[in-house]
């Protein structure tokens, strides 16, 4: 598949850039933000999320110089589905925390720091929305770093887990590990870029404990049998049927977190 359009580099950070990839939806929003690092004196980069098997968008991100390596944040195909291509056009190995998308790299590695085109990166493994995701931090990008972190926070709207591979106590976890990098710039994978890490994972808590309120009042309606889809009905009621399925398996994510503190 070849793109008819040609999106510009947009700067994101002091040492980041994107290209949106051409895959609008619901569950993707405006695209995959394909990221390119690298500090500016050097004609080598490295690369987050290649996005979906688009050629022409894969061929931008191979003719920006010298690709080093590739990132990929989670197992999703609107992240990985051209990270092989990717690998064939520069000849830079893809690392994942999943090897089955490593491509000539070895998996990643909680808590390693990669220095790669004059950048450094530390990886944490923030998994909830997937098992495998990871955040990339980039301590020297600006006054307070930054946080590539893919699916895990958005740039717009609230992350969905995909359960039962994703877990709410995984998440709220994970949300708690990036609330202490602080005032970092955010540079999610679909969205744009926010100001404060530390706002927008308070903001995320937020909005889960109060989907727990809400599931638990359904519950004590419906019974505390309840399916997901019932459970979904009363707590997503104007849902849009695009991203019902997300919605359900948030619901079950939420049912399986309630239902184990009450067994423990």
């Known amino acids: 598949m070849t793109s008819a359009s040609s999106p510009t580099v947009q700067r994101s950070s002091a040492l980041t850039q994107f290209i949106l990839a051409p895959n609008p939806g619901p569950m993707s929003l405006d695209g995959t933000n394909s990221y390119v690092i690298s500090a500016s004196d050097l004609n080598a980069s490295l690369v987050v999320d290649p996005g979906p098997a688009d050629e022409g968008h894969l061929r931008r991100l191979a003719d920006r110089g010298r690709v080093d390596l590739i ?10 589905a051209g990270s092989a291509r990717l690998h064939e056009l520069t000849g830079a190995p893809v690392r994942a925390a999943d090897p089955r998308h490593c491509h000539g790299g070895e998996p990643l590695v909680d808590g390693e720091t990669i220095r790669v085109a004059g950048v450094s990166v530390r990886v944490l ?20 770093g930054s946080v ?42 679909h969205g744009p870029v926010l100001p404060s890490l530390a706002a927008i994972t308070n903001a995320y808590r937020r909005h889960r404990l109060e989907r727990l309120v809400q599931i638990r009042e359904a519950l004590d309606d419906l019974g505390r049998d309840a399916t997901v889809a019932a459970v979904t009905d009363a707590v997503y009621a104007d849902v849009d ?21 009450s067994e423990g």
């Open 71 to 80: 990132l990929v944040t989670h197992r999703h195909a609107d992240h990985t």
């Open 125 to 144: 493994a923030t998994p909830g929305h997937t098992s495998d995701s990871v955040c990339f931090h980039l301590p020297d990008d600006g006054a307070h």
């Open 148 to 189: 590539l972190t893919g699916d895990t926070i958005l740039g717009r709207g609230t992350t969905m887990l995909d359960y039962p591979d994703g877990t709410l106590g995984d998440y709220l976890e994970s949300l708690d590990l990036l609330e202490a990098l602080g005032r970092a710039t955010v540079l999610p994978a």
């Open 241 to 261: 049927p695009s991203v019902r399925r997300a919605a359900e398996m948030s619901v079950a994510a939420q049912l399986n977190y309630l239902r184990g503190r």
